[in-house]
C-alpha cells in the first residue's frame, strides 16, 4: 500500500531551517516506503484570498489559480507536513495568503454540506506542523498552532504532530540543533508505519 | 500640528465589518478639527511580503521597492497608527500579515542596530489601535491574532500598554456589524477617548 506524503514549504527563504526540517521529516517519510512530494510555496502563482465570499454559494473559488490546484493534491495526500517559519509571532504572509483561500472547502463542509470526512478518514489522515523561530521563548508558535488546525481541520487531516524548534538564532542554524533533524526524520518515519497499519481509506 | 492618525484597512473586502469598524472609530476622532487622518486600504497598498533575507539588520533599510517606502515615513510620523483586520482561519488575513511582517525593518533597527524608531521627545507619546472582526462566535477567534499585532507595535515603539483594541466576533456577511448591539457605540467611545489621550499627551 502506497502511502502519499506531501511537504508544503511556506517560506520565502530557499533552503533555510524550517525547509530543512521539513526536507529532514520527508526523508524519513520516503525511508519508511512513502512516495513523497514537495511544493515549494514561493515558486507557485497565487493570490491571497479576496474575502468575497462567493463560495459560500457555490463552493467554488473564483480565483483560478496554483491554490486550488494545490488543494487538490492536499485531498489527495495521505499526511501533510505543513511548514513555515515564525514571522512576527505567526505564519508566513504567503503560507497565510494559501491558507485562508482554503474558504471554498470551508463552504462545501460547513454551509452547503457537500463536504464530509468520516472520524476514519480523519484518524487514517496525518497533519504535521514543522516551525523553526529565531527566538526562544516557548510561546513563540503560540499564534501558529490554531491557523493551523484550522487547515487541517477544513481539509479532513487528524492534527497529528508537530517538528518544532526555537531559538535558531542562538543556536546558529537548524544544522546546529542538538536533535531537531532527527526528531524530525524519525517521525517521518513512525507517522509513515502507523499510516500503513491503519491502512488508506 | 495637527494629531496625525494612520489607519491600515486590511480587509481584502472593501466595506465589510472590518473597515466598517474602522470607518466609526476614525468618524468620531474627524469631530475634532486639530485630527489630520489618513485611511489606506491595503488593497490599493502594493506590500509585498518579507523575504527573510535579514538585509536590513546591516542595511537599516529593505531591500524591496514598493508601497512600504511611502509607508515606512508615515509609521514613523503618525500620532497613532490603526490596524484593522479581519480574522481568516483564526488568524490576520494574509494581506495584514504581510504588512505587519514589512515592520521587520524597524525591528532591526530597534533591537539589531540599537537605533530610534522615533526622536525621543516622541517616544512614549503615541498610541496603537487594533479592529477586527471575525464571523465566528467563539471568545477565543482573536487569540492567535494578537501576538502578531503586539510585536507589530512594539517595533515601531508602542508599547503594551499603549495599544488599545476593539474587537467584535460573531459578524460574518457584509454589513452584519451594523445590527450588533455595542461596536457602533464602543468604537465612537474609543476614537473619542484616543484624541483625548493624545492630546494630554501631545500638550495639545
Known amino acids: 500500500m502506497e502511502i502519499k506524503v506531501l511537504g508544503i514549504s511556506g517560506s520565502p527563504h ?15 517519510a520516503k525511508s519508511a516506503g512513502a512516495v513523497v512530494e514537495k511544493v515549494v510555496l514561493k515558486e507557485l502563482s497565487y493570490t491571497p484570498c479576496r474575502g468575497c465570499n462567493a463560495c459560500h ?18 485531498l489527495a495526500s495521505d499526511c501533510l507536513a505543513v511548514a513555515s517559519p515564525i514571522y512576527t509571532m505567526g505564519i508566513t504572509a504567503e503560507i497565510k495568503g494559501f491558507i485562508d483561500r482554503q474558504q471554498y472547502l470551508w463552504a462545501r463542509k460547513f ?18 506542523f514543522i516551525s523553526t523561530a529565531g527566538l526562544g521563548w516557548k510561546n513563540v508558535f503560540d499564534g501558529a498552532f490554531p ?22 538564532d542562538r543556536y546558529g542554524g537548524i544544522n546546529r540543533h542538538p536533535t531537531a533533524l532527527k526528531e524530525a526524520f524519525e517521525k517521518g518515519q513512525k507517522v509513515v508505519s502507523i499510516l500503513e497499519k491503519l491502512g488508506t481509506s | 500640528m495637527p494629531i496625525r492618525i494612520l489607519a491600515f484597512a486590511g480587509s481584502p473586502r472593501r466595506h465589510g465589518n472590518s473597515e466598517t469598524l474602522l470607518d466609526w472609530v476614525l468618524a468620531s476622532m474627524s469631530e475634532d478639527q486639530d485630527v489630520k487622518i489618513e485611511k489606506i486600504p491595503l488593497t490599493e497598498a502594493d506590500i509585498n511580503p518579507c523575504r527573510g533575507c535579514n538585509a536590513c539588520e546591516t542595511l537599516n533599510k529593505c531591500i524591496q521597492r514598493d508601497g512600504m517606502d511611502i509607508y515606512h515615513d508615515k509609521i514613523i510620523e503618525a500620532d497613532c497608527i490603526i490596524l484593522s483586520s479581519p480574522i481568516f482561519c483564526m488568524g490576520l488575513a494574509a494581506q495584514v500579515k504581510a504588512l505587519v511582517d514589512r515592520a521587520q525593518v524597524f525591528r532591526s533597527r530597534k533591537y539589531v542596530l540599537k537605533l530610534p524608531i522615533v526622536p525621543p521627545e516622541r517616544k512614549g507619546k503615541r498610541l ?33 500598554a499603549d495599544i488599545r483594541y476593539l474587537m467584535i466576533n460573531g459578524v460574518d456577511e457584509k454589513g452584519a456589524i451594523d445590527h450588533h448591539p455595542t461596536a457602533k457605540a464602543d468604537a465612537i467611545k474609543l476614537g473619542k477617548n484616543t484624541i483625548t489621550e493624545l492630546k494630554k499627551r501631545l500638550d495639545l
Open chain 1, 14 to 28: 530557499r533552503h533555510g531551517n524550517t525547509e530543512t526540517l521539513l526536507d529532514s521529516f520527508l526523508d524519513g
Open chain 1, 147 to 168: 491557523v493551523i488546525t484550522a487547515l487541517f481541520n477544513t481539509t479532513g487531516f487528524e492534527y497529528y504532530d508537530n517538528v518544532i524548534a526555537n531559538d535558531m
Open chain 2, 128 to 160: 496603537g489601535i487594533f479592529l477586527s472582526t471575525a464571523g465566528q462566535t467563539w471568545d477565543y477567534v482573536f487569540d492567535a491574532a494578537i501576538p502578531s499585532v503586539k510585536c507589530f507595535y512594539h517595533v515601531i515603539d508602542i508599547k503594551d
Open chain 1, 111 to 128: 454551509i452547503l454540506k457537500t463536504l464530509y470526512f468520516s472520524d476514519v478518514h480523519i484518524k487514517r489522515h496525518k497533519g504535521i
Open chain 1, 57 to 74: 454559494k457555490n463552493g467554488e473559488c473564483i480565483v483560478k489559480d496554483d491554490a486550488i490546484n494545490l488543494y487538490e493534491k492536499i
